[in-house]
């Protein structure tokens, strides 16, 4: 079935460096979801992405849908502990079902 | 945050014997899901429910079953646990389908299956 791959895995960061995780997908999205979750906490809802080439931006985080909607990205600009969590996208093509990645684990060291 | 309410929010059993969870929101959204979680694996999804008595199979669907008699609940259930369904499952809803609306996530069920 669509799968969407998320990389990195892991990501360590300094407090203050930026981070980005990014999703891909074999065949064309029809949109992308952003999910973060705390640890010991569950999804949250961040954004949605729909156009071919979609920039949104909330406070430091930029989400990025690429031209030809195979791929999105998540930038963090000057990362603070308050971002730590494991960050999914979700493929919300299919009517009904959600495809998420595996997510990216961000760790932030004071 | 949405009104969903999982129980019970954890728990043991044995081997074989059965298991249901339950998820409840005070939304009246149409949809409702039942993602389980796993370390590595990311949210998959194991079933989920377009409406009152109408429900649909996910990527994990094998040993798992559903209902959904009430808008405000949907049900998950393990007729005969084995270990390998141990793990944390979320219930989510959202208004519409996920291709137009966010899902919103319930705080989830730890179940450990020895």
């Known amino acids: 079935g669509q799968q969407v791959m998320q990389i990195p895995q892991y990501q360590h960061v300094q407090e203050g460096e930026d981070f980005t995780t990014y999703c891909n997908s074999s065949?064309?999205?029809?949109?992308i979801q952003w999910y973060k979750q705390r640890p010991g906490g569950h999804p949250v809802f961040l954004i949605q992405?729909?156009?071919?080439?979609e920039v949104k931006k909330q406070k430091r985080l930029t989400f990025q849908f690429g031209e030809a909607k195979k791929n999105s990205s998540l930038h963090i600009t000057a990362t603070q502990t308050t971002d730590v969590g494991t960050y999914f996208c979700a493929d919300t093509s299919n009517a009904g079902k959600s495809t998420f990645g595996d997510g990216t684990t961000l760790t932030v060291k004071p | 945050d949405a009104g969903i309410t999982q129980s019970p929010r954890h728990k043991v059993t044995e081997t074989g014997t059965p298991v249901t969870l339950r998820c409840h929101q005070t939304?009246?959204?149409?949809?409702m899901y039942w993602y389980r979680q796993d370390p590595g694996h990311g949210l998959r999804l194991i079933h989920y429910s377009y409406g009152v008595k109408d429900t649909d199979k996910g990527e994990v669907s094998d040993g798992y079953s559903v209902s959904r008699s009430k808008t405000e609940d949907f049900l998950l259930t393990l007729e005969s646990a084995t270990s390998s369904q141990t793990s944390v499952y979320f219930c989510?809803?959202?208004?519409?389908?996920?291709?137009?609306?966010?899902?919103?996530f319930g705080d989830g069920t730890r179940l450990s299956i020895l």
């Open positions: 992405l729909v156009k071919s080439g």
């Open positions: 989510a809803i959202s208004s519409t389908g996920p291709s137009n609306q966010p899902q919103h």
């Open positions: 065949t064309t999205l029809s949109n």
């Open positions: 939304e009246n959204h149409r949809y």
